[in-house]
Structures are given as structure tokens and as C-alpha cells.
């Protein structure tokens, strides 16, 4: 009686465990965005972006271009506020945003700007990384989009839990949100997505501006000072 009580609750944990047809679906199609953009020569769009944090309920908007090349490199340009940048140069992370951090620049490893990285790290091997499930579809710039639902298998991931909007006719994502451990979320909505076109190699490149302080990331867990532009 208790080996068959006991069998009657494994199969019920399955079952609530179990991959529905929309979800085997989800799965499907990110595996499709993935190779989308991991084969993507180039990809340009504009975005906008919302940060909350709930803790003080402020809310940061801000707004640019996304642009990709290969699976290396990537940049924000902001056009709201307008000096704002994040690039990836294929080596290193720059995140320059004097409209919240005046006279700095933190520099950082590739590794380390997961939660930025659409093509090499948040796309990666999502049916092993990830629980995807399957959330209602909407419409979005008057395109219908899937919803998919991703919480991290392991708890070193950047976010805690992550949904794409997908585009089903091309793959491409139109609206991403994340929640960071922190309980930061940041939402990112994509119009204008184009891929193939050309795209200036100078998006890919950041120079700190003189008299900018240089935060080494990886310096400082070494515990090296950080450096300052002549």
C-alpha cells in the first residue's frame, strides 16, 4: 500500500512536470531563434528599454539602435541619453553610461555581460540551460508574437527568470524581459529588426573619453586599481 501511495505521487510529480504541446513548441521555435541569430552575418534594430527596480519603484528609460555582427560583437547605442554606449569589441564588455555613472567607463570580460548578450549567451543551448514554458501569445508593432517563459536550471545564471516575445514568421525577437537577482527587471522591446545589412565597423569599437576612469572588472577582483584615461 505505501510502495503504490508512493508510485501515485512520483507519477503525479511528473505529470505536473510534464512538457505540454505548447511548451515542446516554445522549445522549438527558440531553438529556431537561436540558429537565427547565431547565423545572423548582421542585425540592426531599434530599442526602447524600461529598468525598474522595486525596491525604490524608480523606473529608467531610455531608448537607441541594437546592433549585431557575428556572435561577438554587439552594441547599444543610445539615442536617449545620447552618449550612452555598451559595445562589445569581441574581446571585452564597455559600458559607458554617464547619464547614471559620470566620468567612468567599466570594463568587462565577455563572460561577464551574459544578460547582454542575445546571440552568444542567452540564446546558448536553451532546452539544456533553461525550463521553457509557453505563455500567452499578443501582438506586438502589429505583428503576432510567441511568448516563451525561461527560468534558469542553475542558480549562477544572470537572471532569475526571463520572457522573449518571438516573432514565429522569421524568429526574431521583439520584446524581451528580465529579472536579475537583485529583482532589477529590464524590458527591451525591438522595432525595425533587420538582418544582413551593413553595418559601420566603427559601432563595434569604444575609445574612453580623456579623463574618463577605466574600471577593470576583472582587475579589481584581482584587486588592481583601476586605470584613468590621459
Not at 152 to 169: G, M, N, S
Amino acid at each position: 500500500m505505501i510502495a503504490r501511495a508512493l508510485l501515485s505521487l512520483v507519477i503525479a510529480a511528473g505529470a505536473l512536470t510534464a512538457q505540454t504541446p505548447a511548451d515542446s513548441a516554445a522549445i522549438a521555435l527558440l531553438e529556431r531563434t537561436t540558429e537565427s541569430y547565431r547565423s545572423a552575418r548582421t542585425l540592426r534594430a531599434e530599442f526602447t528599454q524600461t529598468m525598474t527596480n522595486p525596491r525604490t519603484g524608480n523606473v529608467m528609460r531610455s531608448a537607441g539602435e541594437f546592433l549585431q555582427r557575428g556572435t561577438q560583437q554587439f552594441a547599444f547605442i543610445f539615442t536617449d541619453p545620447p552618449e550612452d554606449r555598451i559595445v562589445a569589441d569581441g574581446e571585452l564588455i564597455w559600458l559607458y553610461l554617464p547619464s547614471t555613472a559620470k566620468g567612468q567607463v567599466l570594463k568587462m570580460p565577455r563572460a561577464a555581460g551574459g544578460g547582454l548578450d542575445l546571440a552568444s549567451s542567452i540564446l546558448r543551448d536553451p532546452r539544456r540551460r533553461y525550463i521553457v514554458v509557453a505563455r500567452p501569445d499578443t501582438t506586438i508593432d502589429g505583428r503576432a508574437v510567441r511568448a516563451i517563459q525561461l527560468t534558469p536550471r542553475t542558480p549562477d545564471a544572470v537572471f532569475t527568470r526571463a520572457t522573449l516575445w518571438i516573432d514565429p514568421a522569421n524568429a526574431l525577437i521583439r520584446a524581451a524581459e528580465f529579472t536579475e537577482p537583485s529583482g532589477l527587471r529590464r524590458a527591451l522591446t525591438f522595432t525595425r529588426v533587420r538582418t544582413g545589412v551593413s553595418l559601420p565597423a566603427a559601432s563595434f569599437l569604444f575609445t574612453p573619453p580623456p579623463g574618463v576612469r577605466v574600471i577593470d572588472q576583472a582587475a579589481l577582483l584581482g584587486g588592481s586599481a583601476p586605470e584613468k584615461r590621459p
